[in-house]
């Protein structure tokens, strides 16, 4: 959508270590990105960091960029650019820090900020798998075109966004997308967010392992299961496969209304051998009626993009059928059959949010000014 467009959008990757700084044109970077340590408990140096991050960035750049557009944690009011309370950037604390027009004052540029989760799900419906699946369809004759996905990412948190007909889903409050709030499906009073997380990695592999997890990360776990670092395989395995069966539980409820493609990425997502089993078993779990009926829990069938057999069953779609038009002698096609399918980033989280900040910028700015010329 904006492979060819020669704006320039000024982007950021607000790490709680680093803030990464860099520069986009036709959805890709064109500088070499600029790192400054993250400041997370002072706000102006903060503020400081940020400008002096953008400004680096400014004297690299041989033209004029048009925004800045960045993810950066919530709760946030991202229309208005107002980051609210963040336990883990105490900087951002109190009633709200307007950091989106304090920025607007700095560079004279407007400033769009989005979560992580939402601009991830943007650059992959617009850069990345939802483009790919579409021209792997139309190379193997397939009638059928995917315009809707969910965009999931595995990492400290569970992060998610929706991306319907190449709008990105905001919704009326910011919270459009979310899925880690969901009830979690396999302990129902807690939130999915519990099970789908760096911190629910370490509490189940401690619990099945009886070892202290206390100083363990996900990418240990992963060695263990792989084999190649001491402790307990089974164990290791066994918390990447019940944290997929928790995440295919929300992100079966959330295709029920979105009706698309799934894309996951994140830093988690590496260990997805032992992850997607447990994500596909979910979303195709059957449910009962109280006559004794049972249903799949999603009207589509289930593929794993990411297996060969799959994809090719996923690919190989048969030609629409015929059926008459009552008293004509018309007929019309008739897809029976629906598919949704599951797929691992192929551009990785980064690059996917930085995509997204991108044609979120351009998408909100081209809105923004079309409005304004028409008053």
Not at 13 to 31: K, L, Q, V, W
Not at 90 to 113: C, H, K, M, Q, R
Not at 298 to 323: A, G, H, K, W
Not at 342 to 362: C, K, P, Q
Request: aromatic residues 10%; glycine residues 12%; charged residues 20%.
């Amino acid at each position: 959508m904006y492979e060819k467009d020669e704006r320039v959008v000024m982007t950021l990757d607000a790490g709680g270590t680093n803030f990464i700084f860099s520069a986009m044109r036709g959805c890709r970077e064109i500088i070499a990105p600029v790192r400054m340590k993250a400041v997370t408990d002072d706000l102006r140096k903060c503020l400081e960091t940020l400008v002096g991050g953008f400004r680096e960035v400014l004297s690299k750049l041989e033209t004029v960029p048009v925004a800045i557009s960045f993810a950066f944690p919530g709760p946030a009011d991202y229309r208005n650019g107002v980051i609210g309370h963040l336990p883990n950037f105490p900087a951002f604390s109190g009633g709200g820090v307007a950091l989106g027009p304090y920025l607007e004052d700095v560079f004279g540029l407007p400033v769009f900020i989005n979560n992580d989760g939402n601009l991830y799900a943007y650059g992959e419906a617009l850069s990345g798998v939802l483009p790919e699946i579409n021209a792997r369809l139309e190379s193997a004759g397939s009638v059928r075109r995917y315009g809707n996905l969910v965009g999931i990412t595995l990492g400290t948190g569970f992060g998610a966004g929706v991306v319907i007909g190449g709008r990105l889903l905001t919704g009326d409050n910011d919270c459009g997308g979310d899925v880690w709030c969901m009830r979690n499906g396999i302990y129902p009073d807690m939130i999915a967010e519990e099970g789908v997380s760096v911190r629910a990695i370490k509490r189940v592999y401690g619990t099945l392992s009886g070892e202290d997890s206390s100083e363990i990360c996900p990418k240990d776990v992963f060695d263990i299961a792989e084999g190649v670092r001491p402790g307990d395989r089974d164990a290791a395995k066994a918390c990447f496969y019940e944290l997929g069966r928790t995440a295919g539980n929300a992100i079966a409820n959330a295709l029920n209304i979105v009706d698309g493609i799934v894309a996951i990425g994140g830093g988690i997502s590496g260990a997805h051998k032992y992850i997607f089993p447990g994500i596909v078993e979910e979303m195709r779990r059957r449910l009962g009626t109280f006559s004794g009926a049972s249903f799949p829990c999603l009207q589509m069938d289930v593929y794993n993009l990411n297996d060969e057999s799959d994809m090719r069953v996923f690919l190989s779609d048969e030609s629409p059928s015929f059926v008459d038009v009552p008293f004509s002698d018309r007929k019309v096609p008739y897809i029976k059959h629906k598919k949704t399918g599951i797929i691992l980033s192929s551009l990785g989280a980064s690059e996917a949010i930085a995509a997204g900040a991108y044609a979120y910028a351009l998408s909100r700015y081209d809105e923004k000014y079309s409005k304004q010329s028409l008053n």
